[in-house]
Nanobody, 115 residues
Framework: VQLQASGGGLVQPGGSLRLSCAASGSIFSINVMGWYRQAPGKQRELVAA???????VYADAVKGRFTVSRDNDKSTVYLQMYSLKPEDTAVYYC??????????WGQGTQVTVSS
């Protein structure tokens, strides 16, 4: 499975961004798709994930502000981010898990929230 992420950038506090991650290759094997982030000096952390059954999980810090969704026809996962805060600044990585519990990472995309 290959992943191509896009959509990062610079946004002011309170602004919005949408990240996309398109999967290709053995997409029939995908079970879960989601997003992680890593801020400078911090460990990579789960932001949000969505499985093939439609169940979602969110980090407490983003609940109510971020929405993860998946377009099965295009094998693309999205992360819609609203009310962005400076503490959301990080490199965001998409992550895909297959039914055999093999996980793949996309390249990171930088999100910077600053005035």
């Amino acid at each position: 499975v290959q992943l191509q992420a896009s959509g990062g950038g610079l946004v002011q506090p309170g602004g919005s961004l949408r990240l996309s991650c398109a999967a290709s290759g053995s997409i029939f094997s995908i079970n879960v798709m989601g997003w992680y982030r890593q801020a400078p000096g911090k460990q990579r952390e789960l932001v949000a994930a969505l499985n093939s059954g439609g169940s979602t999980v969110y980090a407490d810090a983003v609940k109510g502000r971020f929405t993860v969704s998946r377009d099965n026809d295009k094998s693309t996962v999205y992360l819609q981010m609203y009310s962005l805060k400076p503490e959301d600044t990080a490199v965001y990585y998409c992550n895909v898990g297959t039914k055999n519990a093999i996980y793949y990472w996309g390249q990171g995309t930088q999100v910077t929230v600053s005035s």
